[in-house]
Structure formats: C-alpha cells, structure tokens
C-alpha cells in the first residue's frame, strides 16, 4: 500500500520556522516529481512548491516565495519543505503529493498520491 505521510506541523510565532517532512512508502518516488499543497479552512487547495524528480527544478507559489524551500531525498524516498518568516496567512493543512509525471508541476490533477495532511498554525 502507498502512504505518504507528513509530519512536522505545528505552531509557530510569526517570523518563526516551521519544517515539514513527508515519507513515502510503499514504493519509491524517484521517478516522480513532487510536491506540496496547502488548504486553509474554507478554502480550496492551493499549489505551493514542486520539485522535479532528481531535484533539478524547483517552482513556487508566488505567496511563499524566497521564504520555503522545497528539497528531496530520493534515497529516503523523503521530501521536505523548509518554511520560513512565516505568516499568519499560512495558517493551513499542508499536504504532501506525488506527480504522475517526473518534471514538477503546479496542477493538483497532475498528483496521484495524497498524504493525510498536517496543520501549521502560524500566530501573530
């Protein structure tokens, strides 16, 4: 069975760091570009980062940019997203997600496996 799970979520103070974490297992991702999405409550799933499959390229939504970086560890099948200066207005589920295809991707149709989610709670 293929599980991505997330972990790392939490509170935060405004201007703080917060480090997501997303394992897969059940089989490997290598071959497959990455990403990470995010819904606030009451609102539809927004793209936030991607990441192609060996890491080559990276793109952002432009309400996180120059503050969270995606990275992947393909040896241990693992992405991460390092968030940072952050705001109340990333208060979210944040989830990570596996693209069908191996160059990155912005698009929710284009990602075939969901993990559960995990809350960021950013406080002013």
């Known amino acids: 069975q293929v599980q991505l799970v997330e972990s790392g979520g939490g509170e935060a103070q405004a201007g703080g760091s917060l480090r997501l974490s997303c394992a897969a297992s059940?089989?490997?991702?290598?071959?497959?570009?990455m990403g990470w999405f995010r819904q606030a409550l009451g609102k539809e799933r927004k793209f936030i980062a991607t990441?192609?499959?060996?890491?080559?390229?990276?793109l952002y939504a432009d309400s996180v940019k120059g503050r969270f970086t995606i990275s992947r560890d393909n040896a241990k099948n693992t992405v991460s997203l390092q968030m940072n200066s952050l705001k109340p207005e990333d208060t979210a589920v944040y989830y990570c997600?596996?693209?069908?295809?191996?160059?990155?991707?912005?698009?929710?149709?284009?990602?075939?496996?969901w993990g559960q989610g995990t809350q960021v709670t950013v406080s002013s």
């Open positions: 997600a596996a693209c069908r295809y191996i160059s990155s991707s912005t698009l929710p149709n284009d990602y075939t496996y």
């Open positions: 059940g089989r490997t991702f290598g071959n497959n570009a």
């Open positions: 990441i192609s499959w060996n890491g080559g390229v990276t």
